[in-house]
């Protein structure tokens, strides 16, 4: 059984490394497109975008919310994939209402430099955050955190990717996500079934921590409620695949993502609440589903969120690559520079793990709070259709969401105590409520302050050039 996992994990490698076709062009590597320049079809389209979300992070934080916080937690967690709703309308209203071929185009041409500055920052920490969080996951899966299987783990689990990733680019995490999206969904069938079979499950056991309404698990619900307008859009790995196909393709690809993503969640949340359920004094989460459920459905489990990671960082690679050399163009967008760029975000989030925060939560609330900046654009600038947002409204927004995110995280993690002593989710809470109010308080009284259908003279040249 010890060497089960590996196993696995091995035939998984290279069943991916095998679907990876060598990238030979732009339109491959960075847009996904296949050899004749054809668009991924809608299946490849949806399952890319649920296995891309429902990573190894998402299903151990919605089993940890749920073992802690019971049916609420989880549904707080379940709440944030309400996203693809929003996010499949930000991609309609960007690409087919304002016509623009990416996020980086649109706030260009509204806020000029500042707008891509901002939100290239945003979305680079996104990214490496991700890196780090599912090569974090493998290392604990494979042994106690600085032991030598915890880092071999996680740096072969890292060459691996990078390896198919660096080869084929977008078009390979396409390809990889669509068998790794099979092979996990038969995964969590087989793992739902033993645990139903187990006869330890009870639906009494969904209600074990009763709702009450400054409990933790409500008031992450409610956070994420507040976050899921603007989370969609910070998430490059979602919206890139926004631009890969036709109208239609696209609308569905979202609709359907969003409620597979979601029962995807719930399920490993259903876990989690088993093992709080059943929990003896001082027992840890694995250690309960364990002696519930048996080696063998735990096998299944861990096994699910090593395709769920491998799944998310061949995509998170391909957007760092895309974003760096397209997107930003930093470098010119050529299949070498890619690579490099992908090299190069995969080390950042290697040194994360061995030198940053182990907690799985607090990269999804700091980057989430951080994301919320952008809520004002989409409703007022987007959404809306104002042209005269002026720029200092945005810079507010962006500075006011960074100051919650670092407040969170040093509140969080027992840096400061600003805040007293209440739970760090009714923080999190006060928190993202003040950036959106906040922030839009700001885009409103800038477009209240500029004249009507006159945009800012500071964005004038950016409107110009967007319109040549």
Request: overall charge neutral.
């Amino acid at each position: 059984m010890d060497y089960a996992l590996p196993l696995l994990v091995a035939v998984l490698a290279l069943g991916s490394v095998m679907l990876s076709a060598n990238a030979r062009h732009q339109g491959a590597f960075f847009r996904g497109q296949s050899a004749d320049g054809q668009a991924p079809g809608l299946l490849t389209l949806i399952f890319s975008q649920v296995t891309t979300w429902v990573f190894a992070r998402s299903l151990m934080n919605a089993a940890i919310l749920g073992f802690y916080y019971g049916l609420w937690g989880t549904l707080a967690y379940a709440a944030y994939y309400l996203s693809f709703l929003t996010g499949g309308r930000i991609i309609d209203s960007l690409r087919f209402e304002h016509g623009f071929d990416s996020v980086q185009d649109f706030l260009r041409a509204r806020f000029g430099r500042w707008g891509t500055g901002c939100y290239n920052v945003v979305v680079g920490v996104r990214l490496i955050s991700e890196v780090f969080a599912n090569l974090l996951v493998i290392g604990l899966l494979f042994g106690v955190a600085g032991s030598q299987s915890y880092v071999l783990a996680i740096v072969g689990f890292a060459l691996v990717t990078l390896f198919y990733s660096m080869l084929g680019g977008l078009r390979a995490s396409l390809r990889t996500d669509l068998y790794q999206m099979m092979i996990f969904l038969l995964v969590l069938v087989l793992l739902l079934a033993l645990t139903f079979s187990s006869g330890h499950f009870a639906v009494a056991d969904l209600m074990f921590k009763p709702f009450e309404i400054s409990e933790p698990g409500p008031i992450l619900l409610l956070v994420a409620l507040l976050q899921v307008w603007s989370y969609p859009m910070h998430d490059p790995v979602m919206m890139d695949r926004g631009f890969l196909a036709d109208r239609k393709t696209t609308s569905s690809s979202f609709l359907h993502a969003a409620w597979i993503s979601s029962f995807c969640i719930l399920a490993f949340g259903a876990l989690g609440i088993l093992a709080g359920a059943h929990q003896a004094s001082g027992e840890a989460m694995n250690e309960v589903l364990t002696r519930l459920l048996g080696e063998v459905p735990m096998l299944v489990f861990n096994m699910a969120l090593v395709i769920s990671a491998m799944s998310t960082l061949d995509s998170t690679l391909s957007s760092s690559a895309k974003l760096v050399a397209v997107d930003m163009g930093v470098l010119k967008p050529e299949v070498r520079n890619g690579r490099t760029v992908m090299a190069l975000f995969m080390a950042l989030g290697l040194g994360f793990v061995f030198l940053g925060n182990k907690d799985l939560f607090s990269a999804v609330a700091v980057s989430g709070t951080a994301s919320m900046y952008l809520a004002p654009v989409i409703f007022f600038s987007l959404w809306g259709k104002r042209r005269d947002i002026p720029v200092w409204s945005y810079l507010v927004s962006f500075v006011l969401a960074l100051g919650g995110a670092v407040l969170y995280f040093t509140e969080s993690s027992g840096y400061s105590v600003l805040m007293g002593d209440s739970h760090k989710y009714t923080k999190l809470l006060w928190i993202s409520a003040t950036v959106l109010v906040g922030g839009c308080l700001a885009f409103w009284l800038g477009g209240l302050l500029t004249p009507a259908n006159q945009p800012p003279k500071s964005r004038s040249s950016a409107l110009g050039s967007a319109a040549g």
